[in-house]
C-alpha cells in the first residue's frame, strides 16, 4: 500500500486548498464574480447573492498539484517495483483521468464567466455545454484506447463482460451523463463537496484493496480537496464552486471509475448524484405530462426536501451518509464479488 504517497496527497490537496482561499476569495469579490440567484429557486437563497463563485479554482489548483507531485514519486520511487503489477496503460488513466477532469472544469470556467460578465445565470447554452462534453469525454476515452484499453469491463458477482463497440458508445454517455449529474448536485453550501468527499474514500478503499494505488493517490488528493475547499464552503458558505469546479468534480469521480474499470461501481458510490439528476428528468417529464403539476415540491431532489424544511446543514448530513452507504456496498460487492 502506497500509504506515503497518499496521504501527502491527501494532506497537500487540503493545505493547498484551504490556504488558496485566503487570497483567491477576496480576490473574486474584488472583481465582482458573484453568483446570480435564479429567480425561481428558493427564495430564502436570495440572502446568497453577490456570494463569491468559481471558488472550485481552489480545489482544481491543489487536486492538480497533489497528483503532480506524488503520482511521480508513487511510480518511480519506493514503490516503483509494485507499481509494475499494475495494469500497463495505468497511468495513461491516472493522468488521462486528471486531464479530462481539467477540461471539464475549464468548459466550467467559460460557462462561470459568461455568466459573471452578462450579470445573469446563463452561461454556455445547453447545446454548446454538450458538445464540449462530449468532445472531453471522447478525448479521454480515445486516449484509453489508443494505450491498449479493450471494450471488456468488471461487473461484481458476474467477471469479465467484453460489450465490444457498444462500451465505448455507453461509456461516453455515461461519463457525460454522471458528470452533469454532480453539477446538479451542487445547490446548496457544502452539498456537492461533502458528498464528492465520501465518493472519494470509497474509491480510496477500494483502489488499496485491488492494488491500484495509482488511483489510490488520486483519490487522495481528491478527498483531500473536497475537505479543503468545506473550510470555505461549509454553511454559511462564504465561496461557491460554481460549474468550474462541480464539473471537475464530476470528471475526477468518472476518472476514478473508468480507471478502476468498474464504472458500474459509479451507481451505489454515485447514488446521490443518480437521484439528482433523475430528479430532474423526472420533475420535468412530468410537469410536461401533466400540463403544469410537479411532482416534486422543486428539482433537483435538494430542493424538494429544503421546501420540505430540511437545513442545509441536514441535508449535507443525510446525503453524506447515503454517499457512505453505497460506498460501503460497493466495497462489499468488490470483496464477495470479484
Given at each position: 500500500?502506497?500509504?506515503?504517497e497518499?496521504?501527502?496527497?491527501?494532506?497537500?490537496?487540503?493545505?493547498?486548498?484551504?490556504?488558496?482561499?485566503?487570497?483567491?476569495?477576496?480576490?473574486?469579490?474584488r472583481?465582482?464574480?458573484?453568483q446570480?440567484i435564479?429567480?425561481?429557486?428558493p427564495?430564502?437563497?436570495?440572502?446568497?447573492?453577490g456570494?463569491?463563485?468559481?471558488g472550485?479554482?481552489?480545489?482544481?489548483?491543489?487536486?492538480?498539484?497533489?497528483?503532480?507531485?506524488?503520482?511521480?514519486?508513487?511510480?518511480?520511487?519506493?514503490?516503483?517495483?509494485?507499481?509494475l503489477?499494475?495494469?500497463?496503460?495505468?497511468?495513461?488513466?491516472v493522468?488521462?483521468?486528471?486531464?479530462m477532469a481539467?477540461?471539464?472544469g475549464?468548459?466550467?470556467?467559460?460557462?462561470?464567466y459568461?455568466?459573471?460578465?452578462?450579470?445573469?445565470?446563463?452561461g454556455?447554452?445547453?447545446?454548446q455545454?454538450?458538445?464540449l462534453?462530449?468532445?472531453?469525454?471522447?478525448?479521454?476515452?480515445?486516449a484509453?484506447?489508443l494505450?491498449g484499453?479493450?471494450?471488456?469491463?468488471?461487473?461484481?458477482?458476474?467477471g469479465?463482460?467484453?460489450?465490444?463497440?457498444?462500451y465505448w458508445?455507453?461509456?461516453?454517455?455515461v461519463i457525460v451523463?454522471?458528470v452533469n449529474?454532480?453539477?446538479?448536485?451542487?445547490?446548496?453550501?457544502?452539498?456537492?463537496?461533502?458528498?464528492?468527499?465520501?465518493?472519494?474514500l470509497s474509491f480510496?478503499?477500494?483502489s488499496g484493496?485491488?492494488?491500484?494505488?495509482g488511483?489510490?493517490?488520486?483519490?487522495?488528493?481528491?478527498a483531500?480537496?473536497?475537505?479543503?475547499?468545506?473550510?470555505?464552503?461549509?454553511?454559511?458558505a462564504?465561496v461557491?464552486?460554481g460549474?468550474t469546479?462541480?464539473?471537475?468534480?464530476?470528471?475526477m469521480?468518472?476518472?476514478?471509475?473508468f480507471?478502476?474499470n468498474?464504472?458500474?461501481l459509479?451507481?451505489?458510490?454515485g447514488?446521490?448524484?443518480?437521484?439528482?439528476?433523475?430528479?430532474?428528468v423526472?420533475?420535468?417529464?412530468?410537469?410536461?405530462?401533466?400540463?403544469?403539476?410537479?411532482?416534486?415540491?422543486m428539482?433537483?431532489?435538494?430542493?424538494?426536501f429544503?421546501?420540505?424544511?430540511?437545513?442545509?446543514?441536514?441535508i449535507c448530513l443525510?446525503?453524506?451518509?447515503?454517499t457512505?452507504?453505497?460506498?460501503?456496498?460497493?466495497?462489499?460487492?468488490v470483496?464477495?464479488?470479484l
Amino acid at each position: 500500500m502506497a500509504g506515503f504517497e497518499i496521504g501527502a496527497a491527501a494532506g497537500t490537496a487540503f493545505l493547498i486548498t484551504g490556504i488558496s482561499g485566503k487570497w483567491l476569495i477576496p480576490f473574486l469579490r474584488r472583481v465582482h464574480f458573484g453568483q446570480t440567484i435564479l429567480e425561481d429557486g428558493p427564495k430564502w437563497h436570495k440572502k446568497k447573492q453577490g456570494t463569491p463563485t468559481m471558488g472550485g479554482i481552489m480545489f482544481i489548483l491543489g487536486i492538480t498539484a497533489a497528483v503532480a507531485i506524488f503520482i511521480p514519486v508513487y511510480y518511480y520511487g519506493a514503490n516503483a517495483d509494485k507499481s509494475l503489477l499494475e495494469p500497463l496503460n495505468m497511468r495513461t488513466r491516472v493522468y488521462g483521468g486528471l486531464g479530462m477532469a481539467l477540461a471539464f472544469g475549464a468548459i466550467g470556467f467559460f460557462d462561470d464567466y459568461i455568466k459573471v460578465v452578462k450579470k445573469r445565470n446563463l452561461g454556455l447554452t445547453a447545446r454548446q455545454k454538450l458538445v464540449l462534453q462530449f468532445l472531453a469525454a471522447g478525448a479521454y476515452l480515445a486516449a484509453l484506447y489508443l494505450s491498449g484499453a479493450g471494450s471488456s469491463t468488471l461487473i461484481p458477482f458476474a467477471g469479465s463482460i467484453n460489450l465490444g463497440m457498444l462500451y465505448w458508445v455507453l461509456a461516453l454517455l455515461v461519463i457525460v451523463g454522471v458528470v452533469n449529474a454532480v453539477n446538479f448536485t451542487d445547490g446548496i453550501d457544502g452539498l456537492n463537496a461533502s458528498v464528492t468527499f465520501f465518493a472519494a474514500l470509497s474509491f480510496l478503499v477500494i483502489s488499496g484493496v485491488l492494488a491500484l494505488n495509482g488511483l489510490g493517490v488520486v483519490a487522495g488528493a481528491l478527498a483531500g480537496g473536497c475537505l479543503g475547499f468545506l473550510l470555505w464552503n461549509f454553511n454559511p458558505a462564504k465561496v461557491f464552486m460554481g460549474d468550474t469546479g462541480s464539473l471537475f468534480l464530476g470528471g475526477m469521480v468518472c476518472a476514478l471509475g473508468f480507471g478502476l474499470n468498474l464504472p458500474i461501481l459509479l451507481v451505489p458510490i454515485g447514488i446521490v448524484y443518480l437521484c439528482e439528476i433523475l430528479s430532474v428528468v423526472l420533475q420535468v417529464s412530468y410537469f410536461k405530462a401533466t400540463h403544469g403539476k410537479r411532482l416534486f415540491k422543486m428539482s433537483p431532489i435538494h430542493h424538494h426536501f429544503e421546501m420540505c424544511g430540511w437545513s442545509e446543514i441536514k441535508i449535507c448530513l443525510v446525503f453524506s451518509l447515503v454517499t457512505l452507504a453505497g460506498g460501503a456496498l460497493a466495497l462489499y460487492s468488490v470483496l464477495k464479488g470479484l
